[in-house]
Nanobody, 124 residues
Framework: QVQLVESGGGLVQAGASLRLSCTASGRTFSTYVMGWFRQAPGKEREFVAAISNLGFNTYYADSVKGRSTISRENAKNTVYLQMNSLLPEDTAVYYC?????????????????WGQGTQVTVSS
């Protein structure tokens, strides 16, 4: 397993942008499919985006498609989530997750390692 640490969350106004980062420990980062999930108060954790191990393929939830971009820098063991045109409904704790091998996935049980999360709050 890898250890994941997220950063970049904060309090912003609607329409603003944020870039979340997630840095992983270990030397095998390039073998992991990486994903972002989020959990709003009182709601279940939901999928946001995923990226293949070498970054060639991405997959997004409909709720963020067109407003968000997931990317990665394997040399830095880091995956990013650029979020634009933020909405109040984007308010949540955002979690980074790692899937050891396999293809793109969007289910919580497909990912074996999780970070502690970073809070994103969007005010109207």
């Amino acid at each position: 397993q890898v250890q994941l640490v997220e950063s970049g969350g904060g309090l912003v106004q609607a329409g603003a942008s944020l870039r979340l980062s997630c840095t992983a420990s270990g030397r095998t980062f390039s073998t992991y499919v990486m994903g972002w999930f989020r959990q709003a108060p009182g709601k279940e954790r939901e999928f946001v985006a995923a990226i293949s191990n070498l970054g060639f393929n991405t997959y997004y939830a409909d709720s963020v498609k067109g407003r968000s971009t997931i990317s990665r820098e394997n040399a830095k063991n880091t995956v990013y989530l650029q979020m634009n045109s933020l909405l109040p409904e984007d308010t949540a704790v955002y979690y980074c997750a790692a899937r050891p091998g396999g293809g793109l996935a969007s289910k919580i049980f497909d990912f074996s390692s999780w970070g502690q999360g970073t809070q994103v709050t969007v005010s109207s």
